[in-house]
């Protein structure tokens, strides 16, 4: 979880690849309404995302239910949010990537071939409510390198991974 640009594709992905379990992009998920508004940069309010996130609820539990687990890279930005996907998977763990909103932005400048760039940004950082203490989960700071986020994810997540780690050619975000 976490705003857009925080890493949460490229972090899920690797996370996936550790942990050898399918992996689901919350924003494959959007209407073409909701995915036109945010390629205009202008952000979703709660009527938008409650749909997708059940939609994003009830594909992760099926994929779940025929794996050994799944990670999910969605923003799941306010606790209403979590709770909406919890309904589906309610052992999920969040990982909040939180970080330095000019560091964000920094990263977001430099994406490429994406349908949403730098202006969602400070929509996203008035929506965000950080994990609460009663939220299994941890809270990362995105400034680390992914191979120390992925460690550190797994270690305080307290989850075996069962392959390997991945050279980084071997990772590749679905779009
Ligand atoms: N820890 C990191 N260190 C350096 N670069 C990173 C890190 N995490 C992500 N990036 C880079 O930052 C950019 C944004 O990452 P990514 O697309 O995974 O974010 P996101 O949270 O999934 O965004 P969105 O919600 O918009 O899909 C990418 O270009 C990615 O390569
Ligand atoms: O909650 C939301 O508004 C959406 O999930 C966004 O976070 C987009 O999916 C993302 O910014 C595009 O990648």
Redesign the pocket.
Known sequence: MG???AG??TLAVMLADRLDVPFIE??DY?SDE?RDL?SRGI??NDE??TP?LDRVGAAARESADAADGIVIA????RRI?RDRLRRYLPATKFVFLNGAPDLIAERLKGRQN???GQS?LE??LN?LEPLEPDEPGVTLDLSETLDALVDEALRKLGVAPNAAPATPTEVRIPR
């Open positions: 705003v857009s640009g949460k594709s919350a924003d959007h909701a945010m952000g979703l938008h995302r997708w969605c923003s799941a930005l949010y994406h349908f949403v969602l929509s996203q929506v």
